[in-house]
């Protein structure tokens, strides 16, 4: 193929051997990592093709590039994404998979110094179809979609959104890479008295915990025509060394104080708090 257009040969061998940007070799799919080009657009490259037997054929290819946004900057340093609305690509590395949808973090080479913005983000697939065959942790994926902010507003209507891309589409580009680091959570991250967007930086991130004291049952749900239960795996938990968190009397943060509440005098602030500690 003619790559000249966007910085090539103009004679550039395509590969199925997995080399050379193919993915699998021996699939018929032949493939060439290109150089990136200055400016996103549409390219036509002049391409040809022969085979043992010297039969030849001649082709265009529309070739379109366009940017690609990291995580860390669909993710934002704020409590919501600054590009919700916006179509994207971005890559990286899938790192979990859920009936609806996978978690894909950026390399720790293409991490950003900055404190406050999350280097992962969750693709929601929806539970119909699933997530695609290629979402498999390990491998490095290239995506495209729409950055959302999804709140469960029938259960939670005023708790804390999550980041999603919506309506995606996937390109596979390799297998079997290592998984970034995971994010060490200390005591200064679950601080029990610490704001409840603390580990938003942290968001559909790897992270891990050294020890945990588990101060909760798991979740679940009971069928009780069939005498049984099933738990959801998910528990309420803290660092050794922290106090059993309570419910304290008062209105959940964040929701809204009513218009008619009693004012924030000294006597009624403990009334109107309530601490939890997740972990």
Known sequence: ????????????????????????AGDLVFSFA?????????????????DAQARTATATLALTVVPLVSTHDIQGAGTASPLVGQTVTTRGVVTGVKF????????????????????????????????????VVGNAVQVSGTVSEFKNTSSDPDGLSMTELVNPSMTLLSTGNPLPAPVVLTATDLNPAASIFAIEQYEAMRVHIDAVVSVTPTGG?????????????????????????????????PLPVPADAPPRSEEHTSELQSRETIS
């Open 221 to 253: 749900s009971v069928d009780e025509p069939n005498a049984r239960s099933t738990s959801s795996g998910l528990f309420f938990g803290v660092l050794p060394g922290t106090g059993r968190p309570f419910r304290e009397p008062g209105i959940q943060t």
């Open 100 to 135: 609806n949808g996978f978690f894909i973090q950026s390399a720790d080479a293409d991490a950003d110094a900055a404190p406050n913005t999350s280097e992962a983000v969750f693709v929601f697939t929806n539970s119909n179809p699933g997530p695609p065959a290629a979402a």
């Open 1 to 24: 193929g003619n790559l000249t257009a966007i910085g090539g040969a103009a004679a550039q061998t395509f590969f199925d051997n997995g080399t050379n940007g193919d993915v699998l």
């Open 34 to 50: 290109a150089p990136a080009v200055a400016q996103p657009g549409t390219f036509q490259l002049p391409m040809s093709a022969s």
